[in-house]
Every structure is written in structure tokens, then in C-alpha cells.
């Protein structure tokens, strides 16, 4: 579903520019939810923004569903890719009201039916119509950010790019939204890349995760392999003992 080849990122800088991707490979399957985990600056979110076009210039290849993203068009992109940021209070217009949220994607497609779409939206992220006419920032940071996930799978995609969903949110809500996340991934099959630096949000909800450390992945490991810890990286270790001993 997602090739990434050989994916390397020199972040253009005043004189001189910084490696911050090295030599990536990483393979998403269709309907998988893949994590990519690691400290502050490891890259996590670059890989994202490569994928979102957001970066430019990169190395490598990126093919999704057998494309080279290379050959297609952002607007052809976001009608199979969808991101969702950490912080749903940023990424939503603080002057749209959720009806124009929502509606926006599917006027920009010239989609028909857009109150069914908007309506079938909402009841998948566990909010009703009574929300339409009000502002994010009348919104609890939980409800914010089913919104921003009702305007990720509006346009149905079949990949939706997580970046951190739950860390801006109040630890009694995280667990709410990963439980959303993990049920329209089971009942959508959608495909998701998650950026999370918590691995107990990453065991919760992927299969498969890479750990990444300056630039670079360390280990992909499968989710049975990191709960019991059978993990070959020294890095990969010391990031599970940190994890433990907070708990
Ligand atoms: N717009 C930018 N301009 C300059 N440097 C950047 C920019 N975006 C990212 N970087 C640098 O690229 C490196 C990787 O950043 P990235 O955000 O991908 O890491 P991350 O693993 O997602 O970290 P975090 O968990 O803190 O978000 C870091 O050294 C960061 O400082």
C-alpha cells in the first residue's frame, strides 16, 4: 500500500543543508496500521511530510498503491491520503463553524450529497448534527479532534497519516480517541502510518512499528516482539525500559 525506497531528506538550511532522512525503507500493507516510533528529531514527522508533500526535494522512491507519488498530483494524493496533526486546535479554521469544516473537502471534489457525507461523517467519529453550527473553539480538545478525524475520512481514503493523535489531549480522553482510531480502522480497513514517542499507544493500536533514531530506522518490530520485549536494537531496549519504568 506504502513503498517507501531508499528515502533520504537534506532539509535545505542558511549555507548549508541537514541530513534528517537516511536511506528509509519501510512497507505498509494494505490495511495495516504501522507505527514509527522514536525521540524528539528522529524524523518521524519528516516521513509524513514527504508523504504529504509537504517536503519536497527528497531521495528515494514513494509509491502508494503501486504509484510513484512523484506522478501524482496533491489533490490526486488526498483523495487516498488523509493526515491527522496533534494538535486538532491548529489544524482546524478557528472562524469556520464544523459545518463549513467539513463541507470544505467536499466542495473542493465537487462531491453530491454533502449532508449525508457530513452527516455519515460525524455519526463515524461519535458526534451528531448539533455540532455543525458551532466554532473549534467551543469544542472540548476530545471533540476537536473527532472533528478533525470526521474531515480526514470524509473523502473515504483508504491511508489516513497519523501525527502523535492523542499526545496534545487530556490523558482521560487519549484513550477514547485511540479506541475511535482503532474502530474506523477496523470498520473503514482503512491503512494508517502513525508518528507516535509513546510506545504504549503504538502497542495499542500497530501491528508493526519502526524505530527511528536520527534519521535513521534501527528495527521494524512486530507488536508481539515489543510487549514481550524481544526487541534486537540496544536503542530499542533502552526505549522500552524508559517506557516501563514510567508506568
Ligand atoms: N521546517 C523545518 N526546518 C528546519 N528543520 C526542521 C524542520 N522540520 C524538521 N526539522 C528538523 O528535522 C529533524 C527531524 O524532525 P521531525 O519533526 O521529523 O522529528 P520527529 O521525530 O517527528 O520529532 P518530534 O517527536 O519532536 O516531532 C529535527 O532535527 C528537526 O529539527
Redesign the pocket.
Known sequence: MIAIESLSFD?P?AGKS?R?LNDINIHVGRGECFGLV??????????LKCLAGQFKGWEGGIAVQGKSIADTSLKERSNTMQMVFQDPYGALHPRHTIRKILNEPLAIKGLPDKAERIHKALKDVGLDESFLPRYPHQLSGGQRQRVAIARAIILDPDIILLD?PTSALDVSVQAEILNLLASLHHRRQLTYLM?S?DLGVIAHLCERVAV?KA?EVVEVVAREDLIEGNVTHNYTQSLLQHAFSRE
Open positions: 532539509m538550511g541537514k534528517i522514536g525521540e524528539s528529531g528522529s524524523g518521524k514527522t519528516s516521513i502523535e508518528v514517542h527511528m534519521g
